[in-house]
């Protein structure tokens, strides 16, 4: 399952209300930047300024899932 919420605040300010709840119900934010945009690196999301709250969780399932690859173990040096 996914959630996206999209928001966009007022004049940036990222403490308003309806911006605050979104953030808590996804668990993420993805910060759009401009100048990333302007110069055409596209999606312009800002990496520094965006995060995950599922992160965490998810990176044990994607190990579990890649040492279950072919190959996988010998690509991590095990």
Known sequence: M??????????GDFSEPVT???????RSFWTLDVKRAQARLFPAVHPLQSYSEDSLDLAAWWQR?????PGGRARRGQ
């Open 65 to 69: 899932v890649y040492a279950a690859l």
């Open 2 to 11: 996914t959630i996206l919420g999209s928001v966009s605040p007022p004049s």
């Open 20 to 26: 605050s709840h979104t953030k808590r119900y996804t």
